[in-house]
């Protein structure tokens, strides 16, 4: 068996059984006239309204805080005493779309081997709501995704004519639907086949051509095209589009304090940030706004594929939608290639 096949009264039950107070239920809500992740203590916050592509920021901080405290320390009588943050809570993350559980599986590749960002990780599942339209802005196909993709998902909801369609992906997932699922009706072959159209459907209104994989390697060998100057003068290095990204992760450490007591903490940046890379010593070795602007480009299309076989880029469209400047990232990649 694939799944079930629910209500909408069926599916909010569900919900109600996860807010049972033994773990952190994080979802969708609307705030101030947006959709944003956000903790909820009730099944009426969450909004998974199909018409609603994606939230306006990912939930990218449910697993990497855009500011932490890694650890503090203090002085005491017999030395000093450092404190490391009490262990994450188990959490479930409801309502991603497609490219945001795609951009956590990038983010997994880069931050495993951090203690806090695996601890968190490992205690997380991750629920994904199918598209059912596209944005303007989305491009998830182009770049190896689908508005159905199930990447790095341990339950996925399909909503599908009037009702909806759950299928537990992963052991975690599962066991997140198993006090629940027991009087749901199962989902026949005929539901599948029309969540399969629906995929197709939604896949033909997003008309950006897919990135050819031979440009991986060809934009990396294009580091000197002149195309990346005239690109560079357009973006105002403001960091807008790695603070919407739910893929990006940089980030800076530093430290508080003084000799009594203090902390380290953890925030994210931006390789587009001109300190992002300077050395104690002075020295920066992308001291240009072209250089900086060409690396986040060739870290999405060209470095990170050339080392984990996939685009970093997961197609969700925030940064295009969202540049104050009117950037266009897929249009970046295509001018260098076609200079």
């Given amino acids: 068996m694939d799944g079930w096949r629910v209500s909408d009264e069926q599916l909010e039950g569900w919900l109600v059984s996860l807010l049972d107070g033994t773990r952190r239920v994080v979802a969708p809500v ?39 405290v890694l650890f503090s320390y203090r002085l005491e009588a017999g030395g000093v005493a450092l404190e490391v943050p009490p262990q994450p809570s188990d959490q479930v993350v409801i309502g991603l779309r497609p490219c945001d559980a795609a951009g956590t599986a990038r983010l997994d590749e880069v931050l495993l081997a951090d203690s806090h960002y695996a601890d968190r990780r490992r205690r997380t599942a991750l629920v994904t709501v199918a598209c059912t339209s596209a944005g303007p802005a989305c491009f998830c196909t182009a770049v190896g995704g689908s508005p159905g993709g199930t990447e790095a998902a341990d339950l996925q909801v399909v909503p599908l004519q009037g009702s909806w369609l759950v299928r537990p992906l992963t052991d975690q997932g599962t066991t997140l639907v198993a006090g629940s699922a027991e009087g749901w009706p199962e989902a026949s072959d005929e539901d599948w086949m029309a969540a399969e159209g629906q995929r197709r459907a939604v896949e033909a209104t997003i008309t950006t051509e897919p990135i050819p994989s031979e440009w991986v390697r060809g934009l990396a060998e294009r ?46 940046d931006s390789c587009g940030f001109r300190q992002f890379t300077v050395h104690a010593g ?53 001018r260098v290639m076609s200079g």
Avoid at 37 to 64: M, Y
Avoid at 294 to 320: D, I, N
């Fill in 30 to 68: 609307a705030e101030d006239g947006l959709t944003l992740f956000r903790e909820v203590t009730s099944a009426d916050e969450i909004r998974l309204a199909t018409r609603h592509p994606r939230t306006r920021l990912p939930a990218k901080e449910t697993l990497l805080p855009a500011t932490e």
């Fill in 223 to 268: 580091f000197d095209a002149p195309a990346w100057q005239a690109l560079a003068e357009r973006c105002l290095g403001c960091g807008l589009c790695a603070y919407v990204c739910p893929s990006c992760a940089c980030f800076d450490i530093s430290d508080a304090g003084g000799a009594l007591c203090g902390s380290r903490c953890r925030t994210w």
């Fill in 282 to 334: 002075g020295y920066n070795p992308r001291p240009s706004h072209l250089a900086r602007h060409r690396q986040r480009v060739l870290h999405k299309f060209a470095w990170f594929p050339l080392e984990h076989g996939a685009l970093m880029c997961v197609g969700c469209g925030r940064c295009v939608e969202l540049c104050p400047a009117g950037i266009d990232i897929r249009q970046s990649v295509v």
